[in-house]
Nanobody, 120 residues
Framework: VQLVESGGGLVQAGGSLRLSCAAF????????MGWYRQVPGKQREPVAM???????NYADSLKGRFTISRDNAKNTVYLQMNSLKPEDTAVYYC???????????????WGQGTQVTVSS
């Protein structure tokens, strides 16, 4: 299974970006899909998660500005980021802790990351 992110880029403070992450492979089902971010020299931190039933979980500091959504039929998860701040600058990674494929399961799958840079 591969996770492919897109949508990163350079934006001014106060602007918006929408990230996408599509899962490819012989996928039977994916429960949780989510986003993490990492700044050089710091640990990767969770941003938002969404289960296939629609349940969501956000980092407290990002609630109200970031919105996660997904299209289960397309095995795709999105992250709408509004009112962006310079401190949101990071590499954003897509993740699923478990994906069911034909005859097996794959665990802790990560995308390659997409850079988000917010200028002041």
């Amino acid at each position: 299974v591969q996770l492919v992110e897109s949508g990163g880029g350079l934006v001014q403070a106060g602007g918006s970006l929408r990230l996408s992450c599509a899962a490819f492979g012989s996928i039977v089902s994916i429960d949780v899909m989510g986003w993490y971010r990492q700044v050089p020299g710091k640990q990767r931190e969770p941003v938002a998660m969404m289960a296939s039933n629609g349940d969501t979980n956000y980092a407290d500091s990002l609630k109200g500005r970031f919105t996660i959504s997904r299209d289960n039929a397309k095995n795709t998860v999105y992250l709408q980021m509004n009112s962006l701040k310079p401190e949101d600058t990071a590499v954003y990674y897509c993740n699923t802790p478990k994906v069911m494929v034909l005859g097996a399961a794959e665990f802790d799958v990560w995308g390659q990351g997409t850079q988000v840079t917010v200028s002041s």
